[in-house]
């Protein structure tokens, strides 16, 4: 890299899971690139002056980082990664720290962002980009990458077609893969095909996006609000053939675990980005007289049960550890996550915990307990992967045989001194807590 290069100095202003994907390569790579984000992920950076990068294909490293909460200075290259719903209000702080020949890039979901930044940097100093990428911020300051990370950009308007090369030179420096645009229009729309497919329904059905693909009653309903946000791009001189956008919506192996930024945010209790996605299909085509009708039930669906304030809570179940002499029942579980598990499940809505407990326990196992005592709440974000699901476990005592039942495919006992293997969730803790309270 040439001492110009490594001069030039880049904020990325909005800095979660994307802004600091890009962040850590600019770091890397030499530029002196300062993370503008905020709450506890900006706390964890700034006391330890690093962020912890876990990646299945460039693997794990810590990187020492600088991470702030606003601008400060002058900056050669703005990155702009917040929702749409935040881009005014940045964009009016952050023109005045963009230097005279900076320019501004659009790391955002949508069509409309660009033409805002435009609005307040000027047509000749705003470029557009188009990420396809599966990553998210695992804990404060940790970043875990597992999908794609590739860009396209380019100018949105030709008045800022001078910016591309400079920007390209920083992508290449940073050992980063992109193509330029010829029409970053186009590509927007295309993207927003993937974001219509996916976000929405995905925060909706509160689903992983290979689930959702997997279902053909969904996977029809995506393709229906694909096809409204398609008459919407013809609005704008976009055609795009479904030879190009049917592939990108359909299913990959990748996606079978993948959450959309819109899941992500109602799981943080944050405001999902709705209007920056979904309104621009639906004001289009109200403004030509038509009407979106799927993507219209799915946004005012989501303003219901997401308006401005609204609680996500995790999901909460019940087990029981149930012990005869030496050894306990466990349950081999017939769905995912499969393995051997202490019996219980889900709390029904109106429902007490121990009387779930009970009921879970009948249902699996036939076995009814008279009496159970609390061992203790578990509750690690990482127990299920299915979600977050906080747990309240008990423990009784039975000589009764039992017979398998409900989602359990084998029920039986095993000596607390020899416990399977393939124990689900978090239950080889447990037992062990357990074993600490009422020894073998």
Not at 34 to 43: F, N, T
Not at 64 to 89: F, H, M, N, R
Request: a negative charge; aromatic letters at 10%.
């Amino acid at each position: 890299m040439d001492k110009s290069a490594s001069n030039k100095r880049i904020a990325v202003v909005g800095a979660g899971a994307i802004g600091c994907y890009y962040g850590a390569f600019f770091t890397k790579a030499g530029f002196s690139t300062e993370l503008i984000a905020r709450g506890a992920h900006l706390k964890a950076m700034q006391e330890t002056g690093r962020l912890v990068f876990k990646s299945r294909i460039h693997g794990d490293s810590v990187i020492p980082v600088k991470a702030a909460g606003e601008l400060s200075g002058e900056y050669d290259v703005i990155i702009c990664a917040v929702k749409s719903q935040d881009t005014e209000t940045v964009c009016a702080d952050a023109v005045k720290h963009l230097k005279k020949n900076g320019y501004a890039v659009s790391f955002q979901n949508g069509v409309e962002n660009p033409a805002l930044l435009e609005k307040y940097f000027g047509k000749d100093r705003v470029l557009a980009a188009s990420l396809y990428i599966g990553v998210w911020i695992e804990s404060p300051g940790v970043l875990k990458h597992s999908a794609f990370g590739s860009i396209t950009f380019g100018a949105f308007s030709d008045e800022s077609k001078e910016k591309e090369a400079d920007f390209a030179d920083i992508l290449a420096a940073s050992h980063l893969k992109y193509d330029i645009a010829e029409s970053m229009k186009y590509i927007l729309w295309k993207k927003l095909i993937w974001n219509i497919a996916y976000n929405p329904l995905s925060a909706l059905l509160e689903s992983t996006c290979g689930k959702m693909a997997k279902d053909s009653e969904v996977f029809s309903l995506m393709v229906k609000m694909v096809k409204e946000t398609l008459a919407a791009a013809r609005m704008e001189g976009v055609e795009i053939p479904e030879e190009e956008w049917m592939p990108l919506i359909a299913h990959k192996d990748s996606l079978d675990d993948y959450k959309t930024s819109m899941l992500i945010d109602i799981q943080k209790n944050r405001q999902p980005e709705l209007d920056g996605i979904l309104m621009p299909v639906i004001s289009r085509l109200e403004a030509a007289g038509k009407s979106a009708p799927y993507c219209e039930t799915v946004y005012r669906s989501l303003k219901f049960k997401y308006g401005r304030i609204f609680v996500y809570t995790p999901r909460i179940a019940a087990d029981v550890i149930v012990r005869k002499g030496d050894y306990v029942l466990l349950v081999e579980r017939k769905y995912e996550p499969k393995g051997w598990a202490i019996p219980g499940g889900f709390v029904e809505y109106g429902e007490k915990t121990e009387d779930a407990a009970v009921r879970e326990l009948i249902e699996e196992t036939g076995i009814k307990a008279d009496s159970i005592t609390l061992l203790g709440i578990y509750s690690d974000p990482s127990r299920d992967k299915r979600g977050h699901v906080a747990s309240a476990v008990y423990y009784t005592e039975s000589n009764a045989e039992p017979v398998a039942g409900d989602d359990a495919k084998t029920a039986k006992f095993f000596p607390l001194d020899a416990l399977p293997s393939d124990l689900a969730f978090d239950h080889a803790k447990i037992l062990a807590d357990y074993i600490k309270v009422k020894p073998v």
